[in-house]
């Protein structure tokens, strides 16, 4: 079976607590680390005020005074993007000389170049601002240092050796170990607040790119994710709030509808500019909001349709190999191989690699399941490759022509490898435990994400009757012994067959709340029929 029923010993940390019998198995599940627990339930905000950020803003405030031209260089995700608009906003705030450029995912790729920042000195910038990318720029940092142009670097990505850095806001660099978890923008959010020029916004975007990022939901993370998330259902962005199917939502909200509207930007560099997103998200007037927010929504939804002929479409060559499900096409839009190889390892439950064949090359995406290293068993071979990049189950690679059909071979004989089936988690709990008021105190240790994810349940629950089918998505309702109405969402026929049945049922679901003319219910969504 795919499913690993959990029930879970009562965390010795709570004996005695007067939890919910449904919070207790979530929290004793979670088993957080001692810090992550008490950050739970003895929040302690910190300020941020360090002597990097000290040196930082001093630098940036003579700027600002002696009419610098100052240059903010991004990258092409939801961090990048939201970490280049924070400051981009700040600066202009200030009234400052402001450019910034975000690379073309598909021609540049990630991170500041040599070429990038000749063109930025050609253009009279002499201060450099990296967001979300910056400390392995060696090759830039070290022409910066000959030209005598400052780069300050508010990056999060692992530094890579024991190289200097005379401005740098990094989570690890923080003095306080409060900061360590962050995103890109989250490191520029604590440079605002140092600076008391932090507004609502900026919580709003810091915390769309923590969600974008899926970096851990506590300590720093969890202030920005809480309070951005609260500035965003007061209406507070609007450009944000008009990209999200709904005006007030949660972190699991943001990141299916607002965080792959922003990705989707980067993906189609061939289709739209990545830095059109800076000024949509600098944008006051709301007619152009909702003219270019519909825009993205398009882009987002041709996106989707990519991925679904992509996934229909039969591949020039296709691989079965003992470690690997190999795809190769030269109809594969090249932005999207990392999605149509995630896809296609969800089913195969194996390492797979899409590539995208153009005139001089293949480009290439690879994931794995959990029990597999595959960037660790690429690199074995990287020495076909003109690009490797990556880590533990998500790589990218980049071959000539010339070492293609070598590495294939490579792979092909490869021996065969164990490769644990995953199994997904669900915790056991009975339909008694699952009260309007149980599921409300679960949902109060919102925000859910990384290194806290709310868990799927498995329970046992009685046939379901009042069919009521609403647009394409079936809907049942079920009532049961303390008299308060549990929803139960079944969009699978299959599974309604199932349970329309007699006798009790099995079944994995999602936990949800329901509200409907001020009226609230304990809402689930049935995943699988065991
Ligand atoms: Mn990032």
């Not at 001692?34 to 950050?39: C, K, L, S």
């Not at 089913?347 to 794995?368: D, L, Q, T, Y």
């Not at 399941?369 to 595959?374: A, C, T």
Request: glycine fraction near 6%; hydrophobic fraction near 40%.
């Amino acid at each position: 079976m795919k499913y690993e029923i959990i029930r879970p010993d009562t965390d010795e940390r709570l004996i005695g607590s007067p939890l919910s019998n449904l919070s207790l198995r979530v929290l004793s599940k979670a088993a957080l680390k001692q810090e992550y627990f008490d950050n739970l339930f003895f929040p302690a905000p910190v300020f941020p005020d360090d002597e990097n950020l000290r040196v930082v803003s001093e630098r940036i405030q003579e700027a600002i005074e002696t009419e610098e031209k100052i240059f903010v260089f991004g990258d092409y995700d939801a961090d990048g993007i939201s970490a280049t608009s924070l400051m981009v906003a700040y600066l202009k705030r200030q009234g400052a000389d402001v450019g910034y450029y975000i690379p073309n995912r598909l021609k540049e790729g990630y991170g500041l170049t040599k070429d990038k920042l000749e063109m930025a000195i050609e253009k009279g910038y002499s201060l450099v601002i990296t967001v979300d990318n910056g400390v392995s720029a060696y090759e830039a940092l070290d022409y910066a240092e000959t030209m005598a142009v400052d780069v300050i670097i508010m990056d999060h990505h692992i530094i890579p050796g024991d190289r200097e850095y005379e401005y740098i806001l990094h989570p690890d660099r923080f003095e306080n170990p409060y900061f360590r978890d962050m995103c890109g923008a989250g490191v520029v959010l604590q440079y605002l607040r140092y600076n008391h020029a932090d507004r609502k916004k900026d919580w709003i975007l810091a915390m769309v790119a923590t969600v974008g990022d899926m970096v851990p939901v506590f300590l720093a993370n969890r202030e920005i994710l809480k309070k951005g998330l609260q500035f965003f259902n007061e209406g507070a962005y609007p450009a944000l709030s008009y990209l999200s199917k709904k005006k007030t939502t949660d972190e699991t909200g943001i990141g299916f509808d607002i965080v792959p509207n922003i990705n989707t930007v980067g993906r189609l560099a061939d289709r739209a500019n990545v830095n059109n997103l800076v000024k949509f998200l600098l944008l006051e007037d709301e007619t152009q909001i909702i003219h270019v927010a519909n825009q993205l929504k398009e882009l987002n939804k041709e996106r989707q349709q990519l991925v679904k002929d992509a996934k229909s479409a039969t591949p020039d060559a296709q691989y079965d190999f003992a470690n690997y499900r190999i795809l190769i096409s030269k109809s594969y839009h090249e932005g999207i191989i990392g999605l149509l190889a995630n896809a296609c390892m969800n089913e195969v439950h194996k390492p797979v690699i899409v590539f995208a064949e153009n005139e001089k090359e293949f480009k290439g995406s690879g994931r794995s399941p959990k029990s597999y290293d595959i960037h660790e068993n690429l690199s074995r071979y990287k020495d076909l490759f003109a690009h490797f990049g990556g880590h533990e189950q998500a790589c990218g690679v980049t071959i000539g022509k010339e070492n293609f059909q070598q590495f294939i071979e490579l792979l092909q004989n490869e021996e065969a490898e164990e490769i644990e089936e995953e199994k997904e988690e669900a915790i056991a709990i009975s339909l008694e435990d699952l009260t309007l008021k149980s599921v409300e105190e679960l949902f109060s240790f919102r925000p859910f994400g990384m290194d806290f994810k709310l868990p799927d349940f498995y329970l046992r629950f009685l046939p379901v009757n009042n069919t009521q089918i609403l647009k394409n998505e079936y809907r049942k309702t079920v009532t049961y012994k303390n008299r308060e109405v549990v929803e139960v969402l079944c969009f699978n026929p299959a599974f309604l067959t199932h349970l329309e049945a007699d006798g009790w049922h099995d079944v994995i679901v999602t936990l949800n709340i329901n509200e409907f003319n001020g009226k609230k219910n304990v809402s689930m969504y049935v995943k699988d029929v065991l």
